[in-house]
T-cell receptor, first 112, second 114 residues
Framework: GESVGLHLPTLSVQEGDNSIINCAYSNSASDYFIWYKQESGKGPQFIIDIRSNMDKRQGQRVTVLLNKTVKHLSLQIAATQPGDSAVYFCAENRNYGQNFVFGPGTRLSVLP | DAGITQSPRHKVTETGTPVTLRCHQTENHRYMYWYRQDPGHGLRLIHYSYGVKDTDKGEVSDGYSVSRSKTEDFLLTLESATSSQTSVYFC?????????????FGPGTRLTVT
């Protein structure tokens, strides 16, 4: 697989702790958001999505929060595990179009 | 990687040469996409296809062309490669458009233009 050697913000958390990854999106008209996980050497993998008519959505061990007032999105990972180490990035979409705008990402490092 | 393969996985080519990257899916999804990923930019859409022989431009389409003659194959061509096209290229597929839909990504192709 492939990955990009990005000089990204890094979040380091202890195994078992909760992680919070933040994303500021650019367009106040965006109405659909996705969080992706990209492991080293692999393509991005869908984690969870949320529409703009929601403030919160929960998945398995993950929660996405949306604050439209300040155009902010966060991903919370409960009980972080070593397998969660990856780059995480958000994507925003407007009006059911094909063109998602992707953020540059945050690298999550899980410490033993 | 959800039945998506990309070939080649790595390629080094010289400036001015033509390059074709191939994306192959076994999922029979309608939509296929080509993205490039560069440091500091995140993923950017190059072209996408919404059916056989139906394609449209994305955000960074200059210097690239695409073709889709079969549902399962989506080709990305750099007619005359330039150093600015050095990047990692990802193919993605999805079943639907807009609303709530999931894009599945391939493993990527690292292209270096010298």
């Amino acid at each position: 697989g492939e990955s990009v050697g990005l000089h990204l913000p890094t979040l380091s958390v202890q195994e078992g702790d909760n992680s919070i990854i933040n994303c500021a999106y650019s367009n106040s008209a965006s109405d659909y958001f996705i969080w992706y996980k990209q492991e080293s050497g692999k393509g991005p993998q869908f984690i969870i999505d949320i529409r703009s008519n929601m403030d919160k959505r929960q998945g398995q061990r993950v929660t996405v929060l949306l604050n439209k007032t300040v155009k902010h999105l966060s991903l919370q990972i409960a009980a972080t595990q070593p397998g969660d180490s990856a780059v995480y990035f958000c994507a925003e979409n407007r009006n059911y179009g094909q063109n998602f705008v992707f953020g540059p990402g945050t690298r999550l490092s899980v410490l033993p | 990687d959800a039945g998506i393969t990309q070939s080649p996985r790595h390629k080094v080519t010289e400036t001015g040469t033509p390059v074709t990257l191939r994306c192959h899916q076994t999922e029979n999804h309608r939509y296929m996409y080509w993205y490039r990923q560069d440091p500091g930019h995140g993923l950017r859409l190059i072209h996408y296809s919404y059916g056989v022989k139906d394609t449209d431009k994305g955000e960074v389409s200059d210097g690239y062309s695409v073709s889709r003659s079969k549902t399962e194959d989506f080709l990305l061509t750099l007619e005359s490669a330039t150093s600015s096209q050095t990047s990692v290229y990802f193919c993605a597929i999805s079943e639907g458009t807009g609303g709530e839909y999931e894009q599945y990504f391939g493993p990527g192709t690292r292209l270096t233009v010298t």
